[in-house]
């Protein structure tokens, strides 16, 4: 194996929680040698995300496989200069302290370039640096409803809409920080210029609502006009999430409702997924099942009527009632036999087990120095000529301090003089 596209590559992780440690990990799978940095108690995932043992959770643990750890208090003008030490043999900084805070401890990006010029910077601003929010910290489930995407992902519960997990804002942010920074690596090959990169988690959630949230001058005016009046018709009657949401799929998802041709349904024994994008593929799932769409079987058919809706509402109770007749094995036999793309619906536990998964490597076991193996998913790139590969199993807290330290120049009396001093190392247990 050759180590990775990214062997030779230092990278600086400042960083808690999910989206620029998953980017961290990409690029760890990558072959980079990727230095987790952590305050003194420890990155907050190792202890709110399904502690396994005191201080190791599984949310850590999945999202920092590949890395070194040391621990830092980067707050600390001494802890800032001690990091500021690090990057001038690091090629790229992966930062997600607070935006507002990094004038403050002098950990910008003018204060990276001074200790080397051609540094990548990527700077992880949440909300984005302007507005009412900029630079403000962000979570998941905030841009999810800043977004609009929670509108349309978010399960109801009547009265208030309830957050989709997983985090997929934070993991899409994860990937999209470290195409940036590959990115920049190669703009650095070319020109010797290093820069500084931006990520933003809202922007991310913008994009992954690509095709349901835009606006066209052509048509949309008088539909949004439309549903905001209504929206707010409900609003000020009390109506609750639920009644708000089914206005928004009735106005604005055109072709939603009856739409049998994407979506899990229940079988005789469990569930199975269909998904029929194209009217070619719309035609087999016809042909595979029976079913009649009066949308393409009837001239006269009018969606916009009363009745065109009651017809839509009888087709899917229709298909419902047919997929219930059989078991997911049954149905995904004469689908695919019919040209049909579907698979089974699984709980994640069923993952594991799942044929198709285990078939290309999808999952993998490492061995972990306290909570022994444990499963999860394998390095999502793949690559003929480098080879991505799990490098090894997340560090422990504080363990690999003294080795980096080491590296950077520190001999044993400076190295206990910072953890005396609380500078560097892990608060005493």
């Not at 997929?168 to 920049?184: E, I, K, Q, R």
Request: hydrophobic share 45%; with cysteine.
């Amino acid at each position: 194996m050759s180590g990775g596209a990214l062997k030779g590559v230092r990278v600086l992780e400042v960083a808690q929680a999910m989206a620029i440690p998953m980017a961290g990990q990409v690029l760890a799978d990558m072959g980079a040698d990727v230095i987790k940095v952590e305050p003194p108690a420890g990155d907050a995932f190792r202890h709110n995300q399904h502690p396994v043992t005191a201080g190791e959770s599984r949310g850590y643990t999945v999202l920092n496989r590949g890395k070194r750890g040391i621990c830092v208090d980067v707050t600390r003008p001494e802890g800032a200069e001690l990091l500021l030490r690090l990057a001038a043999s690091a090629d790229i900084v992966l930062m997600s302290l607070k935006p507002s805070d990094l004038p403050r401890y002098g950990l910008t990006y003018a204060d990276f370039r001074a200790v080397r010029a051609d540094i990548i910077v990527l700077e992880h601003v949440p909300l984005g640096a302007k507005g009412p929010l900029g630079g403000d910290g962000g979570y998941d489930v905030v841009v999810q409803g800043i977004s609009g995407i929670g509108a349309i992902t978010a399960r109801s519960n009547g009265d208030a809409p309830v957050n989709v997990r997983p985090a997929y804002a934070d993991v899409g942010t994860g990937f999209l920080s470290a195409l940036a920074v590959v990115a920049a690596l190669r703009h650095r090959d070319l020109t010797g210029e290093g820069q500084r990169v931006e990520t933003s988690l809202l922007l991310t959630a913008l994009a992954l609502g690509n095709n349901l949230v835009n606006w066209f001058a052509a048509i949309d005016p008088p539909v949004w006009e439309r549903f905001a009046e209504e929206l707010a018709a409900i609003r000020a009657e009390g109506g609750d999430y639920e009644a708000q949401r089914r206005l928004y799929e009735r106005r604005m998802l055109a072709g939603a409702h009856g739409n049998i041709y994407f979506r899990h349904y229940r079988t005789k024994d469990g569930f199975v997924s269909v998904g029929c994008l194209s009217p070619a593929l719309n035609a087999r799932l016809r042909a595979a099942t029976g079913l009649r769409d009066p949308r393409v079987d009837d001239a006269e058919f009018d969606m916009g009527t009363p009745d065109g809706y009651d017809a839509l509402s009888a087709l899917l109770r229709e298909a419902e009632d047919l997929f219930r007749t059989r078991t997911t094995a049954d149905w995904i036999r004469d689908l695919r036999a019919g040209g049909v793309p579907c698979g089974p619906f699984n709980f994640p536990h069923e993952v594991f087990s799942d044929p198709q998964v285990l078939a290309n490597e999808f999952v993998v076991e490492i061995e972990h120095p306290l909570l022994g193996p444990y499963q999860t998913f394998a390095p999502p790139l793949r690559m003929d000529a480098t080879p991505t590969a799990v490098r090894g199993p997340s560090p422990l807290l504080d363990q690999h301090t003294d080795e980096v330290l080491r590296e950077a120049g520190y001999d044993a009396a400076a190295i206990a003089a910072l953890r005396a001093a609380g500078i560097a190392g892990a608060l005493p247990p």
